[in-house]
Nanobody, 118 residues
Framework: QVQLVESGGGLVQPGGSLRLSCAGS????????MGWYRQAPGKQRELVAI???????NYADSVKGRFTISRDNAKNTVYLQMNSLKPEDTAVYYC????????????WGQGTQVTVSS
């Protein structure tokens, strides 16, 4: 059974940084599209950042220039470096792995809370 386990969330002051990690138990991890999504209270889940198997990336406009997605296929892990955090970044952050767009091989982590507050 595939598992994605996020870590690295927590409470941080505005302007601070956090790095989220997501470790996946996927034997073919390197071919998966890896993404980070977030869901704030009362809002829909939204895409934060995505990285394809060949390293192409895409970011939500709200995080461009502040967040960086990366992956280490040898460790089956994807990261989200978050800098210059703002209160509006507060949300539960979820890791996603999908084999390809529309594939049934689409997995989610349990989520990790990020709270930006003074």
């Amino acid at each position: 059974q595939v598992q994605l386990v996020e870590s690295g969330g927590g409470l941080v002051q505005p302007g601070g940084s956090l790095r989220l990690s997501c470790a996946g138990s996927i034997s073919t991890f390197s071919i998966y599209i890896m993404g980070w999504y977030r869901q704030a209270p009362g809002k829909q889940r939204e895409l934060v950042a995505i990285m394809t198997s060949i390293g192409s990336t895409n970011y939500a406009d709200s995080v461009k220039g502040r967040f960086t997605i990366s992956r280490d296929n040898a460790k089956n892990t994807v990261y989200l470096q978050m800098n210059s955090l703002k209160p509006e970044d507060t949300a539960v952050y979820y890791c996603n792995a999908v084999e390809r767009i529309g594939s049934k091989y689409d997995y989610w982590g349990q989520g990790t809370q990020v709270t930006v507050s003074s």
